[in-house]
């Protein structure tokens, strides 16, 4: 007799019946591009038609960020030489300026025929609803579960142009890379992507980091119930005063 098991999507209470990759499969190069294999074993979590299909557009966003990205590792430039320049020529540098806003600012630099550099403002909203969604999908698979609370997304490697936000940025990757520092590693390809996930899980706050082309991290911080104190860590309330020995200083 066969036993048919009924999943839940990661991201609602529907059916899960089709699988989703978390974080999106396009990251990981492919051996024709890369002459090794960096899709061993890549992360599932099952999912709804509706959370599957429908943000195949930020997978390719997300792509195009990651391996544009400045101080990637050999993985990540070659990646964007192959499978990302296709992309891209297929969109006709669309995408590209897609990742900015205020695209009237950008600056490009040309390094020789093929290369350029392009200074501007990425869409962080838009990245961090992509790395919230990737948030989810970690959590379900680490846990088995899926996580019911707030999720907030911080960069580790991205500038930010106002002083306070700077700070307040500071303060929290500091915080969760702490957290989180020593902790296992993982995901199978590494090189291309791991996380490392806070032990101390009974918590109120759990933080996870995640690598990608082991240079650009992203810090999240899983927010499991309102508390005032903890609204304060993770940036909801309106001020935030951090206690250094040389006094207190207003970060918010
Ligand atoms: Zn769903």
Known sequence: ?????????????GIGNTSEHVPPKCIFPEIKDIGQDLRKNLIKVP??????????????????FLASYFFNNEIGSQHLRGKVSRTLVRSAGKQIRELFINKGKLKEIKIDHHNSIIFGTPDLKRLSDIFETIAYGLYRHHFKQNFDGEIKVYFESLLYNDENSKKFNQFIVEKITKEVEGEDIFGRNPKVFFYQISKKSDENILGLRM?????????????????IMYDA????AD????TTPSGDIKIR
């Open 233 to 236: 860590w993770i940036g909801i």
């Open 1 to 13: 007799m066969k036993h048919l098991i009924i999943e839940q999507c990661y991201m609602c209470s």
């Open 211 to 227: 690598s990608f082309y082991e240079n650009f991290n992203v810090l999240i911080a899983y927010k499991k119930s309102s508390n």
């Open 47 to 64: 999912s709804c038609r509706k959370h599957n299909n429908s943000k195949s557009g930020e997978d390719e966003f997300l792509l195009v």
């Open 239 to 242: 001020t935030v005063y951090i």
